[in-house]
């Protein structure tokens, strides 16, 4: 199975929680031009700040371990370079800039710098900006709500496709069966990744 397969079926699965301009990438049936392909280039530096930033969306527990041991910050600008146009890669790392600008204006610190609580408190100010654009249409932190959704999108599918995500996060059984839609979970139980 190619990548963009195995990613297709992860965002069938996630459903909702994912949303309609990453779903659209993935479903669509072309293949990005060689030319748009790594139209924006991310350093190590950034890949580090998109694994510190998964992480708090997919952060480690005692049973499995979080997005930055699943290796996000190396898989969401690789997926942002090979899977999505260049008008998209520009605003996603002009908003990913917009990020590290909103750290130093909140907190005074890169985002590497901050606190978990910092993080959490960014993320959710993130997410609140995102539902205030959704409602009103505002060209205002257009390319930062447009990082934050498809960087959590990105997570969401880069992290239960990962091993860890279908083998720790999820229980997983290497030949299941038949498929029963509407089994019964105990409390506490994890969600099946096949």
């Not at 959590?152 to 996060?169: F, N, V, W």
Request: hydrophobic share 40%; with cysteine; charged share 25%.
């Amino acid at each position: 199975m190619h990548r963009r397969e195995a990613l297709k079926n992860v965002a069938f699965l996630l459903g909702g929680a994912i949303s309609a301009s990453t779903m659209g990438v993935l479903f669509e049936s072309f293949t990005l031009p060689e030319n748009e392909k790594n139209f924006v280039s991310f350093s190590v530096q950034d890949q580090k700040i998109f694994a510190e930033f998964a992480d708090i969306i997919v952060p480690t527990t005692k049973s499995s371990a979080g997005a930055k041991a699943a290796g996000l910050g190396k898989f969401i600008p690789m997926m942002m370079q090979d899977c999505y146009p260049k008008e998209m890669q520009t605003s996603f790392a002009r908003g990913f800039k917009q990020l590290q600008d909103k750290s130093m204006q909140d907190y005074k610190k890169n985002y590497v710098s901050l606190t978990v609580p910092e993080r959490t408190k960014l993320m959710v100010d993130l997410r609140l900006m995102s539902i205030a654009q959704k409602d009103t249409k505002s060209e205002e932190n257009k390319d930062l709500v447009y990082f934050f959704v498809t960087a959590r999108d990105l997570t969401l599918l880069g992290y239960y496709s990962s091993e860890i995500g279908c083998t720790k996060a999820r229980e997983y059984v290497l030949v299941p069966g038949r498929f029963d839609g509407n089994t019964k979970l105990k409390p506490g139980q994890k969600s099946w990744a096949t």
